[in-house]
């Protein structure tokens, strides 16, 4: 991944935990769960991604579908406990799909 894209994730997602309650409570579900903090930035940063992709390729509609998209899977990591598995190892201990 090219590194100004890779650090201008990590800052979307810190403001993401700075300012979106859902967001803050899926990083600190993921942290306190076991997977180190940096790992759960980039599992956020995914969803950023997801996003993002999703709303530029979007019409109206298909923007509010991409949203809807993203906060179920911020949800998701908050509760659901296979999800968040299944999130935290899509990329294993390595992060090797952001370097």
Known sequence: MNPLAHLAMHAAVKGQIEQVPEVKTAFEKMVATGTPALHAEHVLATLVGELMWGLSR???????????????????????STFREKMTKRFGASHAAFE
Do not use: T
């Not at 979007?58 to 659901?80: H, I, T």
């Open 58 to 80: 979007a019409s109206k509609r298909g923007a509010a579908k991409a949203k809807e998209r993203y906060d179920r899977s911020s949800q998701k990591l908050c509760e659901d």
